[in-house]
């Protein structure tokens, strides 16, 4: 069966440095949060509000491996007053289980989604 699972991350600042990091973090959190192997991964889209231009975090991804993993980046509607410096990440995977996806926030994007109270989070999440 085919799932997805979402996730996302505030930046402190718009770096190339700190867009791979948090790239790479987001995806790797997920990962772990829901017992994902690379293997299984059918495709990972990015997403980044207008205001993060340095890099595009599936670079820092790539860096990790997920050599053979479509990645994908565009670049999130302009909502006025949305979070500001905010990495999204949708990872479509293939699983036999059906126990419910664990989205997750870090970094101070746990704002976007409070309703999510099983949702993993910097401040108090684990794997």
């Not at 799932?3 to 987001?26: D, H, T, Y």
Request: glycine share 8%; hydrophobic share 45%.
């Amino acid at each position: 069966m085919t799932r997805a699972v979402r996730g996302a991350i505030q930046l402190a600042e718009n770096s190339v440095a700190a867009i791979e990091k948090a790239g790479a973090k987001l995806v790797t959190e997920i990962l772990l949060a829901n017992g994902i192997a690379e293997n299984h991964i059918v495709s990972i889209v990015f997403s980044m509000t207008e205001d993060l231009t340095a890099a595009n975090p599936a670079t820092g991804l790539r860096r990790t491996g997920f050599a053979s993993t479509p990645l994908f980046c565009t670049q999130e509607a302009r909502i006025d007053g949305a979070l500001p410096r905010v990495i999204r990440a949708l990872v479509t995977f293939d699983s036999l289980e059906r126990r419910p996806a664990v989205s997750v926030y870090l970094d101070g994007a746990e704002a976007l989604r409070p309703d999510l109270g099983n949702s993993l989070s910097s401040r108090g999440g684990g794997a």
